[in-house]
């Protein structure tokens, strides 16, 4: 499996304001899942991106997936205190039988009121 | 709730002593996996089963970790003889096609 890369590796917003943060892959993938953990807490799944779609919304997320240049970003909107957490990328090779997941060190984001 | 589940969610342990979590996946869920995760550090793969035969160990799983999903339900991770350096979250996923998480059992090794 390959390790996602997430960028920047914090990121201090204030409450409001939009937060982008970006995914860099190496290889081919089947798709792309992100996720937030909260301090402590196991891993809340977000979206999963196919590597055949371009763009994909759930409420206030916004993910785009560019297989061209094997990046992908995760656009959080109107942020919210709540929204502070770490947010991770998991890129799912293609054709591989491995299911595994390989994590970058995220993106630290801080939400301030 | 029909999310994962894991117990217990914090465990503390002297060294040397045997330590056993369980997790309960998602019904439908056939696939399972073990993480590990440390401070400021993202999940590292340790194991996972399909089904009940465990298909991927990572090198990560020395000789003093075992991993059982009898029946191809609920799954135990075992450590042996602990250290400090098996302090750290354990995060167990399931999955049919996205992972999802439980919510970890925290080891503290003293």
């Known amino acids: 499996s390959q390790q996602g890369e997430e960028d920047p590796q914090a990121l201090s917003i204030q409450e409001g304001e939009n937060a982008t943060m970006n995914c860099s892959y190496k290889?081919?993938?089947?798709?792309l899942q992100w996720y937030r953990q909260n301090s402590g807490r196991g891993l809340v799944h977000l979206i999963l991106?196919?590597?055949?779609?371009r763009e994909k919304h759930s409420g206030r997320l916004r993910v785009t997936l560019d297989t061209s240049k094997k990046s992908s970003s995760l656009l959080i909107t109107a942020s919210r205190a709540a929204d502070t957490a770490s947010y991770f990328c998991?890129?799912?090779?293609?054709?591989?039988?491995?299911?595994?997941?390989?994590f970058g060190k995220g993106t630290k984001l801080s939400v301030i009121p | 709730d029909t999310g994962v589940s894991q117990d217990p969610r914090h465990k503390i342990t002297k060294r040397g002593q045997n330590v056993t979590f369980r997790c309960d996946p998602i019904?439908?869920?056939?696939?399972l996996y073990w993480y590990r995760q440390t401070l400021g550090q993202g999940p590292e793969f340790l194991t996972y089963?399909?089904?009940?035969?465990?298909?991927?160990k990572s090198r990560l799983l020395s000789d003093r970790f075992s991993a059982e999903r009898p029946k191809g339900s609920f799954s135990t991770l075992e450590i042996q003889r602990t250290e400090q350096g098996d302090s750290a979250m354990y995060l167990c996923?399931?999955?049919?096609?996205?992972?999802?998480f439980g919510p970890g059992t925290r080891l503290t090794v003293l």
């Open positions: 996923a399931s999955s049919y096609d996205e992972q999802f």
């Open positions: 290889t081919s993938i089947n798709n």
């Open positions: 991106i196919r590597s055949n779609e």
């Open positions: 998991a890129p799912g090779e293609s054709g591989a039988g491995s299911y595994q997941l390989t």
């Open positions: 019904s439908e869920h056939n696939r």
């Open positions: 089963f399909q089904n009940e035969a465990q298909l991927e």
